[in-house]
């Protein structure tokens, strides 16, 4: 892919070369910017580059996908060629500096200094792209002559690894749920799962893509119905289907409130093999040879260990006070104004609040938010310094910066606009590209 000069200037600079940041780039194009992306790796895709192969997606192909960009399923490959095809559909290449980890980003004299390998640069403005799970999160716990194979989730390369051993299971959202599923599949001799707590899940036999219904999300959203209504149609339904499926002891501590979690869709074969399932609430705190040790003062012998406990976010090379150093989106969150734009530092803009961990379409919320963030940057305001405790499921964004974004956003039109795509557009195609 291309290259730029060191110690070029820019109007933006975009880190991270995930969907997040190849989306913001094909914007920042649109628009006729001076924009340059940096990627630390050989090659673009972020964390779906890195990913194991038996890894997919929580939502079907056409609703990841946009226009007529070719995604051929929910598997990881489909979903990394799916993110190269913009590179290549969008002319983007020029605009991108491979092999390029940044060191730092320094805000001053109205702009941004970043230092990558191989590069400084300057821009007005920046965008940290590098989403919310770029560093695994494996609890720091006591081993002893450990014996025991450990997976973090994004590690498992080989998932025949898992036949015929005793596995363990650590975590209770949507990564555990993947690996107890995997565990099902590749039909290991017994399962043990450990959580502290327990997230909500759609309990389906059917592939897990198919259980969250986005179309029907944006019907309810688009005519209209309140936050509060939803809540309460979808903790009836949850709590049925959890009856119906027998999973009554899975049921969360509390009810689900779509303005702060993320509804995750169920895994069918762990779904089916609950009851197969050897589970403690608690945590493990000690390995010792292939002894695991629960703070419950239980223990259970096992082959492998699997950390289904997610990940953390990495902004330590930013320097922009506590921003830098939070780690939660939640908390990274708080700290940006109208979702993306940061309170600690000027002129910059964090992609994966308000986006990640909801009920959305990835590639759909980052193209809104992009379009929005480049008028932004050409001198329409459109985001201000009001932090929003909600999260943006899918049309939710889009309702949100239809009311500041006039550029993008017309008034009227652009609701009878989006009314039509949620009450019309086919199921069996993706959405169009903003």
């Not at 403005?125 to 002893?144: E, K, M, S, Y």
Request: with cysteine; charged share 25%; glycine share 8%.
């Amino acid at each position: 892919m291309g290259t730029s000069e060191p110690d070029g200037q820019h109007d933006l600079i975009i880190i991270g070369g995930g969907i997040g940041g190849i989306i913001s780039l094909k914007y920042a194009k649109d628009v006729g910017l001076d924009a340059i992306l940096l990627e630390k790796g050989d090659a673009v895709g972020g964390l779906w580059r890195d990913l194991p192969a038996w890894q997919d997606l929580q939502i079907r192909k056409e609703d990841w996908t946009l226009g007529d960009l070719p995604i051929a399923g929910e598997d990881q490959a489909s979903v990394l060629a799916n993110i190269r095809e913009w590179v290549e559909r969008f002319e983007l290449a020029p605009s991108i500096r491979l092999h390029a980890r940044v060191s730092s980003a320094r805000p001053g004299d109205g702009g941004w200094r970043v230092s990558a390998d191989g590069y400084t640069g300057r821009s007005r403005f920046l965008i940290a792209a590098t989403g919310g799970h770029n560093r695994a999160v494996v609890p720091q716990i006591d081993r002893a002559l450990s014996t025991l194979t450990e997976y973090h989730s994004s590690a498992l390369r080989d998932p025949s690894e898992l036949a015929d051993k005793d596995v363990v299971v650590v975590g209770g959202g949507a990564s555990a749920y993947d690996l107890l599923d995997l565990c099902f599949e590749r039909e290991a001799r017994s399962v043990t799962w450990v959580y502290r707590s327990l997230k909500w899940m759609l309990p389906s036999l059917r592939p897990k893509y198919y259980a969250t219904n986005l179309r029907a999300l944006a019907r309810m959203q688009m005519l209209g119905t309140s936050v509060a209504t939803m809540n309460e149609r979808v903790n009836l339904d949850l709590r049925a289907r959890y009856k119906k499926a027998g999973l009554d002891d899975l049921t969360p501590d509390e009810p689900i409130d779509l303005r702060h979690q993320m509804l995750i869709p169920g895994r069918r074969r762990m779904v089916r093999n609950v009851g197969h399932i050897m589970r403690h609430r608690g945590e493990i705190v000690r390995i010792e040879g292939n002894t695991v040790r629960l703070s419950t003062e239980q223990s259970c012998r096992a082959d492998l260990v699997l950390w289904g406990t997610g990940y953390d976010t990495d902004l330590s090379y930013l320097e922009a006070g506590d921003l830098s150093r939070l780690t939660r989106l939640e908390a990274i969150g708080r700290r940006c104004g109208a979702y993306f734009l940061a309170l600690d530092a000027p002129n910059l803009f964090i992609l994966a609040p308000g986006i990640l961990e909801t009920i959305t379409s990835t590639p759909w919320a980052y193209a809104h938010a992009a379009r929005s963030i480049m008028s932004h940057i050409r001198g329409t305001p459109v985001f201000n310094s009001v932090p929003i405790d909600s999260n943006a499921n899918y049309f939710d964004l889009v309702r949100f910066l239809a009311k500041h974004d006039r550029v993008n956003f017309p008034r009227v039109w652009w609701y009878l606009k989006y009314l039509n795509l949620a009450l019309r557009h086919p199921a069996a195609r993706p959405m169009p590209i903003p």
